[in-house]
């Protein structure tokens, strides 16, 4: 059903994730029929593919905020717990951005960063605002520490949020569509911030319309369609020379000209 | 028709004090209701089944049951059963805070279902258990999205503490009918006590609605 | 401590028409108060600022003082309006009702038709339609999705509230068991029995509420 996978070059490290036959239905409908793919350390690996095709649903299912019920997700090479307490050992190794942000409104930008070193990993408040304000400043927001999140723009908040999840150190970040809920002209602070973190060697799952940005950042590239992968490789063979005309089609849909 | 406030002036000590037993019994019952109701609230939405559904009965049937029978029944019939008897405030105090509970429980549930889910998912994703959810993050922004209907029920609470004049607590309006029937002048005494709940009610209801609009933006996710 | 029960039955026929009255105060004040509230809303958003602040200061007035307040003072007073009739205490209660709901729905009339975003309107006119067609045809049956379920709530409070002009010898439910409990002398008995028939009237109501709010609420 879908073309075979191609030699992966470059970054191919020790794997992070690896997801085997990853089945999910809500009711009825079907959103993961059998989905297996790899993340390697320090890869950037895009998700690309109509609405409604399961990447999110998938990206939700690697830190379990939605239970996948079929196949195996390994993170580190082990399964993903099934006991909600273990769990939270995994997530906080796992940082995630979302579509719509969710900062926390009763908390300024410097305590939504502070927030999980603080709560969840018993640090230091003092250690915690240190560690907050040098992530402010590397997503270029050092003088709105104090803002809450009412008084920031959409691309704002976003980067907040990023730092938020980078304040966990994680060893892996997920984005959930993070551009798609902003105005264009703050889009690209957002994917420069991106950017900047593969450049320094995170491994990153991004689910996103931006094509421009899968194929100048992305290591690896997952097309999904109907809740399957129909390919996946290297951008260059994704955007110029797709094996499957499925992936043609849904990239001219977007205008993209290759 | 002619009007005569005399009386009503020369017992404004009389109906002084009994502003003082209204205000007092109005804050007991707030205070208290709102520790039971959060209590209540948070059973009913994250207790095990069993005491979501007695939490659940007890709620609707307090919607169900006006206050002025709670009220009575309390003060007239639990002694019987009991043999316990109460003094008509603490009796008031009671009937009042079992009945706005209810009301504080469902007001503290509609805040924290209104926070979008992607709240709790963004908490979880930090790695937070549950009890650290709800404590830091849903209850504070919950508060400020209840602070409309804990106003409401702040003004409500103080209304309701007049109906406790049928078991004569000495309070405002008890003492109000005290003062209209030695004097028959009930129509200046009742407008005169009318102006002096309006003078309490208005700025509460009013204060609250200010506060709101100042804190609305931390509830707003 | 011995009960007797029989006295609830010996006197069924006497506590249904009180309940029966509960039910007709409640009819009887919504459809008064549901035209009041409607005029005074109306009122309150014409632009003579006269009427405005009328309705404006009828409306803040009622809702900020205590229902039972205004059932003793409707007492006091009405029989001092130069109305020519004596009103009976049903009829003074339900003044007493009316004043206090008819201050609430209008708020909640308010509220339904400002909800509205004025875009809807703008949206309508574009269409080419005319300002009382976008009226009946977008902006009514919006607001009515919005006014519905408060109107609903409203209701069961004033299912309840009726208790309160049992203090002015109104013989609705209220009244009628605390009178056959001074006679009887059976407090216990009476008392219950008055809170469980309540219960059972409140009850379905309280729970067809909640129907009404699922089903017809707005969520934003």
Avoid at chain 1, 238 to 256: C, E, M, N, Q, Y
Avoid at chain 2, 60 to 79: E, H, K, N, T
Avoid at chain 3, 70 to 87: D, K, N, Q, R, S
């Amino acid at each position: 059903m879908s073309a075979p996978v191609p030699p992966r070059t470059g970054a191919a490290s020790a794997p992070v994730v690896v997801y085997e036959n990853v089945r999910k239905s809500f009711g009825t409908f079907t959103a993961l029929n059998g989905v297996s793919f790899q993340v390697n350390k320090g890869e950037v690996v895009c998700l690309i593919g109509p609405s409604g095709s399961g990447k999110s649903t998938l990206l939700r299912c690697t830190n379990a905020l939605e239970k996948h019920d079929g196949g195996r997700i390994l993170f580190e090479g082990v399964p993903l717990p099934a006991d909600e307490k273990s769990l939270h050992g995994v997530r906080r190794r796992m940082g995630m951005v979302f579509q719509s942000f969710e900062l926390f409104p009763h908390m300024t930008a410097l305590e939504n960063v502070c927030e999980g070193p603080v709560t969840v990993l018993g640090m230091s408040k003092a250690d915690a605002i240190t560690r907050a304000t040098a992530l402010l400043k590397k997503v270029g927001l050092a003088d709105k520490a104090l803002n809450y999140p009412a008084n920031l723009s959409g691309g704002q908040q976003q980067r907040v949020a990023i730092a938020r999840a980078l304040a966990m150190q994680p060893d892996m970040m997920l984005f959930d569509e993070p551009t798609s809920a902003l105005d264009p002209e703050t889009v690209g602070e957002v994917l420069n911030v991106m950017k900047q973190l593969a450049e320094e060697g995170m491994t990153m799952v991004v689910v996103t319309h931006e094509m421009a940005f899968a194929r100048r950042v992305a290591n690896w590239v997952v097309v999904f369609e109907a809740g399957a992968v129909i390919e996946q490789g290297p951008p260059t063979q994704i955007f110029d020379a797709p094996l499957v005309s499925r992936t043609k089609d849904f990239l001219s849909h977007l205008g993209w000209e290759g | 028709m002619e009007f005569d406030f005399a009386p009503v002036l020369e017992s404004w000590r009389f109906l002084l004090s009994g502003l003082w037993v209204t205000l007092l019994l109005s804050v007991i019952c707030a205070a208290c209701s709102l520790v039971l109701g959060a209590a209540v609230g948070l059973g009913r939405i994250y207790g095990p089944r069993p005491v979501r559904a007695v939490l659940t009965f007890y709620i609707d049937s307090m919607r169900a049951i006006p206050v002025l029978v709670v009220l009575v029944w309390i003060y007239f019939a639990v002694p019987i059963l009991s043999g316990v008897t109460f003094d008509p405030f603490w009796a008031a105090v009671l009937a009042l805070t079992i009945h706005l509970a209810a009301y504080a429980a469902e007001i503290l549930r509609a805040g924290i279902e209104s926070i979008r889910p992607g709240q709790v998912r963004a908490a979880l994703a930090l790695g937070m258990s549950r009890p650290q959810i709800i404590r830091r993050i849903l209850l504070p922004q919950a508060v400020v999205r209840m602070l409309p209907a804990f106003g409401s029920l702040l003004s409500l609470t103080i209304k309701d503490t007049a109906i406790a004049t049928v078991i004569a607590v000495p309070e405002l309006m008890r003492r109000a009918e005290a003062v209209a029937a030695s004097s028959f002048r009930g129509a200046e005494v009742f407008t005169v006590v009318m102006l002096i709940y309006f003078l309490i009610l208005f700025p509460v209801t009013r204060l609250v609605d200010m506060a709101y609009k100042r804190y609305a933006h931390l509830g707003r996710s | 401590m011995t009960l007797d029960w029989s006295i609830v039955w010996d006197n069924r026929w006497l506590l249904l028409q009180g309940a029966l009255l509960t039910i007709v105060l409640t009819v009887a004040t919504m459809a008064v108060a549901i035209p009041g509230g409607i005029l005074l809303a109306v009122m309150r958003m014409s632009s003579s600022r006269l009427l405005s602040s009328l309705s404006a200061c009828y409306v803040e007035l009622f809702r900020n003082i205590p229902l039972i307040l205004i059932v003793y003072w409707a007492f006091y007073v009405l029989p001092l309006m130069p109305l020519g009739i004596t009103l009976d205490a049903f009829t003074t209660g339900l003044v007493a009702l009316c004043l206090n709901v008819s201050a609430y729905n209008s708020e909640t009339f308010r509220a339904g038709l400002n909800s509205i975003r004025k875009g809807q309107v703008e949206a309508a006119v574009a269409l080419g339609m005319t300002r009382s067609q976008a009226l009946r045809r977008v902006i009514l049956p919006q607001a009515w999705r919005r006014v519905l379920p408060v109107l609903a709530s409203t209701w069961v409070s004033l299912f309840k509230d009726t208790s309160l002009v049992s203090v002015i010898a109104v013989g609705e439910l209220a009244h009628t068991a605390m009178q056959i409990r001074s006679q009887s002398f059976r407090v216990l008995e009476m008392l219950t029995a008055m809170a469980v028939i309540y219960w059972m009237l409140g009850y379905p109501q309280a729970k067809l509420v909640d129907w009404i709010h699922r089903k017809f609420g707005v969520k934003e």
